[in-house]
């Protein structure tokens, strides 16, 4: 069974920063492109960012571009969002899910196609204004 945990959540002022990370086990990490999702009240769930299993190569939504990077670690199993100059936008619950490789395409696929359903609790971000 997948489990993710996600951590790094929090309350922010405005253009501050947080580090979001998202530890699974469960199945073979490195088969799985991973992204970030978001979920806020009357808003439709977004895929933030997207990275394939090597890490080579990602995909953010355009608010997201320039402000926020993802990466992983293979090894530990865990995929990470650094979040800069936060927006109260950004306030969402953010959930850590991936794709198998056998299923997904090009990454940005994961983010504005696939939406996979999340893995674990997600991490609650406030941003205020």
């Known amino acids: 069974q997948v489990q993710a945990v996600e951590s790094g959540g929090g309350v922010v002022q405005e253009g501050g920063s947080l580090r979001l990370s998202c530890a699974v086990s469960?199945?073979?990490?490195?088969?799985?492109?991973m992204g970030w999702f978001r979920q806020a009240p009357g808003k439709v769930r977004e895929g933030i960012s997207c990275?394939?299993?090597?890490?080579?190569?990602?995909y953010y939504t355009q608010a997201a571009k320039g402000r926020f990077t993802i990466s992983r670690d293979n090894a530990k199993g865990t995929v990470y969002l650094q979040m800069n100059s936060l927006r109260p936008e950004d306030t969402g619950l953010y959930y850590c899910?991936?794709?198998?490789?056998?299923?997904?395409?090009?990454?940005?696929?994961?983010?504005?196609?696939?939406?996979?359903?999340?893995w674990g609790q997600g991490t609650q971000v406030t941003v205020s204004s």
């Open positions: 469960g199945l073979k990490f490195d088969d799985y492109s």
């Open positions: 899910a991936g794709e198998s490789i056998t299923v997904n395409g090009i990454i940005e696929e994961v983010c504005e196609i696939r939406l996979p359903g999340a």
């Open positions: 990275i394939n299993w090597k890490g080579n190569l990602k």
